[in-house]
């Protein structure tokens, strides 16, 4: 059996540090897995800036090359240790071990995620880091009655912030959005839309909002922080800007910094899994961003097409190489 995988062995810009390398593995009674894994025949996965942005050398401190790009997918389990191979032929998210953007993925068990069959590929292969980081932060910062305000609202992440909050109470939500091909979506879902250009409007909404949560950062987060009202919160999670978010004072404003990695490194399997029976059933609610399929041969296409901030959200569909015995 031959594994085909997207790795980068230095860091750079993804279209010149990418290469798709094959590798042999050993198939007879399965040999060459460890045995404590899970072993998984991807069917799709996303292509997000989560994806993106380690592959640059931005998070160089924590990534052992070489490595295998992408982080989130679905496909089929093939193979498994005794106690779990009710598993086998059902379809799992293989999460938060190998990179996703291969044929086979080895995975832990007990962090394997199955798959409802009400919930399509596309939309499991999206299900991880938007929906779960999206789901803890307001189960972590109530916004029950609250006035929420959402940058960088054409986000995966920021569209279910927006979409879910009413489900969790809000009494308004506003989106400042990027490009204008954001602004009938979120009108869609409720988002009331600001253009990032209209900063005075910017600056009523950043005063009349309980809870902002941040994927911008720099200058428009810092301005919005800075014309926040005493008791109210700020939640910095992104830094699509990339640019840090810069004071001349003490914002009134509570200012929290969120990362996913930091509530995983303290969940449970247990609670793990329970969050994503919390997911499955909003998913289940929720209008799903429209995707485009690349063949996984067709990766510098997809990632080019990923890279455009109005686009279509991208997902790659590794059918074109499945695995196959020598």
């Not at 052992?64 to 032929?89: D, M, N, Q, T």
């Not at 091909?181 to 909002?209: C, D, F, H």
Request: hydrophobic letters at 40%; a positive charge.
């Amino acid at each position: 059996m031959w594994r085909h995988a997207l790795t980068y062995r230095s860091f750079g810009a993804p279209l010149e540090t990418l290469k798709m390398e094959a590798s042999q593995m050993e198939t007879s009674d399965v040999p060459g897995m460890s045995a404590d894994k899970l072993r998984v025949r991807m069917s799709c996965a996303p292509v997000n800036p989560s994806d993106l942005i380690p592959i640059t050398g931005a998070y160089s401190h924590r990534i052992k090359l070489p490595a295998v790009a992408g982080y989130e997918g679905v496909g089929r389990v093939i193979a498994a240790p005794g106690e779990y191979s009710k598993l086998i032929g059902k379809r799992v998210l293989p999460l938060r071990g190998d990179g996703t953007w291969q044929t086979i993925v080895e995975c832990d068990p007990a962090l394997a995620v199955p798959v409802p069959d009400t919930i399509s590929d596309d939309v499991a292969a999206r299900a991880y880091i938007n929906p779960l980081a999206a789901l803890t932060m307001l189960e972590t910062w109530p916004v029950a009655g609250r006035r929420v305000l959402l940058t960088g609202a054409g986000s995966n992440c920021s569209e279910y912030l927006g979409a879910w909050a009413y489900q969790y109470g809000a009494k308004e939500v506003v989106g400042i959005y990027r490009s204008d091909s954001r602004v009938t979506r979120l009108k869609k879902l409720g988002i009331k839309p600001v253009p990032i250009q209209n900063m005075s409007q910017i600056s009523y909404v950043a005063r009349e909002s309980d809870i902002v949560f941040d994927a911008l950062g720099g200058l428009v987060a810092a301005k919005i922080l800075q014309l926040m009202a005493p008791g109210t919160s700020f939640i910095a999670y992104g830094l699509l800007t990339g640019q840090a978010i810069q004071l001349d004072s003490k914002p009134c404003a509570h200012y929290k910094r969120f990362h996913l990695r930091d509530s995983l490194a303290r969940m449970s399997a247990e609670t793990w899994q329970h969050k994503f029976l919390s997911i499955w059933k909003l998913l289940g609610q929720t209008d799903i961003p429209s995707y485009q399929v690349f063949p996984s041969q067709e990766w510098r296409q997809a990632v080019e097409r990923a890279l455009c901030p109005s686009s279509q959200k991208v997902i790659l569909d590794f059918a074109d190489l499945a695995p196959h015995d020598k």
